[in-house]
T-cell receptor, first 112, second 113 residues
Framework: GQNIDQPTEMTATEGAIVQINCTYQ??????LFWYQQHAGEAPTFLSY????GLEEKGRFSSFLSRSKGYSYLLLKELQMKDSASYLC?????????????FGQGTELSVKP | GAVVSQHPSRVICKSGTSVKIECRSL??????MFWYRQFPKQSLMLMAT?????????EQGVEKDKFLINHASLTLSTLTVTSAHPEDSSFYIC?????????FGPGTRLTVT
């Protein structure tokens, strides 16, 4: 079966650091994605991991451990505009059409 | 680059009617497009994978006769919600794949009255 778990909601303070965790159990794995989604809008791409380790991109970093089925998204120097839903998604094997399976999303609230 | 558009952005229709939603890749060709549905405060649920020139592959629990998908060209896929009911009211999002990446359209808000 396919199962992707994230916390439903988190709260953090402006200027702080927050880590959003994602665990997954899928029948195939060909990469893990993080997306940001503001209410009423489509998701926007943040990061992609296919090998173990940390990928850094400005204020955002994402980590992957394939053996543990675990990833996290790290947001530094939080800004009010970072308040959004953060979606973890796993891409299946190529022969599964490369489709993405999404977690339920983590609603992040950044407070002053 | 890699822009995906959807039309319409919002649509209100009466129960029992059909609605067509278009998804276009504007500056690239997409052999594969995906259709998602998102209910309020929930995540994206994949409905179907659309491949150019062939039948769509539907996810378990998605009625293929109700949600008709056509992918007639490398830049256009359409989703038709037939005999719409209020429970079909949702946010429908498409994505187009190129070079291993998926690019999302802006979404279509469907309200069935």
């Amino acid at each position: 079966g396919q199962n992707i778990d994230q916390p439903t909601e988190m709260t953090a303070t402006e200027g702080a650091i927050v880590q959003i965790n994602c665990t997954y159990q899928t029948s195939g794995f060909n990469g893990l994605f993080w997306y940001q989604q503001h209410a009423g809008e489509a998701p926007t791409f943040l990061s992609y991991n296919v090998l173990d380790g940390l990928e850094e991109k400005g204020r955002f970093s994402s980590f992957l451990s394939r053996s543990k089925g675990y990833s996290y998204l790290l947001l530094k120097e939080l800004q009010m505009k970072d308040s959004a839903s953060y979606l973890c998604a796993v891409r299946g094997r190529y022969n599964q059409g490369g489709k993405l399976i999404f977690g339920q999303g983590t609603e992040l609230s950044v407070k002053p | 680059g890699a822009v995906v558009s959807q039309h319409p952005s919002r649509v209100i229709c009466k129960s029992g009617t059909s609605v067509k939603i278009e998804c276009r890749s504007l500056d690239f060709q997409a052999t594969t497009m995906f259709w998602y549905r998102q209910f309020p405060k929930q995540s994206l649920m994949l409905m179907a994978t659309s491949n150019e020139g062939s039948k769509a592959t539907y996810e378990q629990g998605v009625e293929k006769d109700k949600f008709l998908i056509n992918h007639a060209s490398l830049t256009l896929s359409t989703l038709t919600v037939t005999s719409a009911h209020p429970e079909d009211s949702s946010f429908y999002i498409c994505s187009a794949a190129t070079n291993g990446e998926q690019y999302f359209g802006p979404g279509t808000r469907l309200t069935v009255t």
